[in-house]
């Protein structure tokens, strides 16, 4: 509700309360006291049989007179003397009442007619009487309809509960995002392709030349912490247009129509400040395939029908280009998908080695760093991190720093910090000297199991400090470099590297630990993949017998409801076959260097934490031994 809307609204309410006023406390007693007469003036009346009927209140006796006239008392017009019945207002009187306990004698025996008049109650009284039941009601429906309207007319009331269908926008001009593309590391194709919006929206003449058309909207795909919110911003802020900001959980509350009513609102406001932007963050919330088993009058699918409707329907929104986000594209209903809605779809992925470079470099720009902070190996060993996981490493480091008081940030704080990231605050719980052996032997296990496979990613630290995560300890590999494509022989290296710690305890205390679970579990996992959907199997062939996934980008999906029982019978087979030959295969490595398990386990007790170099010393000088031991034999 405008502000003009609501001056009027409280005008008209204080000119009537100002009306009653009046009337209760101003007109009222005069009328009351203009034919007041002293109670010696009634009685006198009374005497004289002056008066036909008397009407008696709590405080008042109102009395009339009779209408014949007495001559002396009839007016006269030229000399004569009038012959006629007058009824004037002075014919109604009233006496404040007074104690006379002969007052009702005296009125039967004069022949007059009396009565009482009932006590009326002021309007006051009587307002406040009819609403005091309703009162908790009306408290608590007035605070329902303020926080469903969010406050959004200032102070509730009447604008709060007239502005359910009213859209919660928050309208930013493009400067006011503070956001830009320079801003933004890791965006790759995603700015590019932005870039062409912003040019449609800063010089459109250009492209109406040619007959092209600018695109209704645009949806930004990509698993959480990869910046499409951000990206959105930067494009407001470069093309300086108006950017309207709501998220999809926002435009539903539990009032029937309320969703389609914001929709339509928004786009009103929206072809006002044309050319803008409308970003609808989590599209998903709204935006759900109607074959989901919604009811055909839900809410949310009146919010969806109207929403199609905005972004292609009988009426333009020229200049209006609405965007959205969302990490779950395959639910979405595929009106909302065609070309004429959502015209482009881009993928927002994780960013590239040279893109984490870019990021760390923004969020490192009030940071004081180190000489020896290398930024360029911090990207190297972080691949498959999002934006928001980079900024949350470099916080991290700089926190390590302020808590020992550094004067700057060093290579040693950000290596803490991805281990914060990855496996967790580490513990100081003391471990018994039992567990304590086991868990080494456990890490040990999968770091020489990584050592001695080729191709597999360089352990960087193994430690036996429990974290917050739950872990007695962990073995921290990183990859050189980005991996898109990973064959049948390095997925079957890895599951060996994932059981070298259930291999190191079969093979030194002959039996395996619970402490294997997400080792076997991440393991079959990884089988089930090969076999379910990436063809790898010998026995099925190159058949896919996994469901679509349920998530963008989530690495896993389930197995098909419309297997044969056979069929299941071998893919539970074949995956049994590949976990069991990476933990022979892991077996026979532990076997085959027994020594440098025991000596890297032993050191592992000692210092409780160690990298990449020691471990790689005690191989090497195993390896030496093993030399001059053969030339020896030679």
């Known amino acids: 509700m405008d502000k003009g809307k609501k001056f009027s609204i409280w005008f008209f309410l204080g000119i009537l309360l100002t009306a009653l006023l009046f009337a209760e406390y101003v007109y009222k007693p005069m009328a009351e006291n203009a034919n007041e007469v002293p109670y010696s003036d009634f009685l006198a009346d009374l005497e004289k049989n002056l008066i036909s009927n008397v009407d008696i209140s709590e405080s008042r006796i109102t009395y009339q007179l009779k209408e014949n006239v007495s001559p002396e008392k009839r007016p006269v017009v030229n000399g004569v003397i009038l012959n006629t019945k007058l009824r004037r207002p002075e014919n109604v009187k009233t006496v404040v009442k007074l104690l006379d306990p002969f007052l009702i004698e005296r009125l039967a025996s004069a022949d007059i007619k009396f009565g009482g008049i009932p006590k009326r109650d002021s309007l006051f009284d009587s307002i406040f009487g ?37 859209s919660r926008a928050k309208e930013l001009e493009g400067e006011m995002t503070g956001v830009k593309f320079h801003d933004i590391g890791g965006a790759g194709e995603a700015e590019i392709e932005l870039r062409e919006i912003i040019e449609f929206l800063k010089d459109p003449k250009r492209y109406d030349k040619f007959g092209a058309k600018l695109p209704r909207g ?17 494009t407001a802020g470069e093309a300086g247009v108006p950017f309207f ?9 539990m009032f029937v129509g309320v969703g389609a009513a914001r929709v339509r609102d928004l786009f009103d406001k929206a072809k006002k400040k044309a050319p803008c932007i409308i970003f609808v963050d989590e599209i998903d919330a709204i935006g759900q395939s109607r074959l989901r088993g919604f009811n055909s009058n839900s809410e949310q699918e009146n919010t969806l029908n109207q929403l ?83 900024a949350n490493i470099a916080n991290e480091a700089s926190l390590l720093a302020a808590r020992h008081k550094a004067e700057a940030v060093t290579m040693n704080d950000f290596d803490l910090a991805i281990e914060r990231v990855v496996a967790g605050l580490q513990r100081r719980t003391p471990l018994t000297p039992e567990i304590k052996k086991k868990v080494a032997y456990h890490e040990t296990g999968h770091a020489l199991v990584a050592c001695y496979l080729p191709g597999s990613d360089p352990v960087h630290k193994v430690s036996i400090i429990p974290t917050t995560k739950g872990a007695l300890g962990y073995t921290m590999q990183m990859p050189t470099e980005d991996q898109y ?64 996934a349920m998530m963008y980008l989530s690495g896993s999906s389930e197995s098909r409801n419309d297997t044969g029982d056979a069929t299941a019978e071998i893919i539970d ?59 020896e034999n030679i």
């Open 218 to 234: 645009v949806l930004l795909v990509g698993p959480p912490g990869t910046g499409k919110t951000l990206l959105a911003k930067a």
């Open 245 to 253: 900001f709501m998220t999809g959980s926002s435009f539903v509350e």
């Open 130 to 166: 009819f609403l005091l039941p309703f009162l908790p009601l009306l408290i608590i429906w007035f605070f329902i309809f303020r926080s469903m309207s969010g406050g959004s007319s200032g102070g509730g009331g009447l604008g709060g509960i007239f502005s359910f269908g009213k």
């Open 573 to 631: 087979a074949e995956i049994r076959r590949f976990v069991s030959e990476a933990q022979e295969q892991a077996l026979n490595i532990l076997k085959e260097h027994e020594k440098v398990l025991h000596e890297v386990a032993e050191t592992l007790q000692a210092k409780e934490v160690i990298n990449h170099e020691e471990i790689q010393a005690i191989v090497d000088k195993e390896n030496e031994k093993e030399k001059e031991k053969e030339q």
């Open 485 to 548: 494509l990973i064959g049948e022989t390095e997925l079957k290296n890895r599951m060996a590297v994932m059981l070298g710690g259930r291999a190191a305890e079969l093979l030194i205390f002959n039996e395996g630990s619970t402490g294997a679970s997400n080792d076997l579990e991440r393991a079959t996992e990884t089988a089930r993949r090969m076999v379910t959907e990436f063809g790898m199997s010998p026995k099925l062939g190159p058949v896919r017998y996994a469901a679509p």
């Open 308 to 390: 199609l409707a905005e972004m292609d329907g009988f009426e333009g929104n020229d200049g209006v280009v609405i965007m959205g986000a969302t990490n779950r594209p395959e639910i979405l209903d595929q009106a909302l998908m065609r070309p004429g809605r959502f015209d482009r779809q881009i993928q927002v992925v994780l960013p590239t080695e040279e893109g984490r470079e870019e990021i760390l470099k923004i969020h490192t720009k009030k940071i004081p760093l180190a000489s020896e902070v290398d930024l360029r190996a911090i990207a190297k060993v972080t691949p498959g991190f999002s934006g928001a996981d980079l």
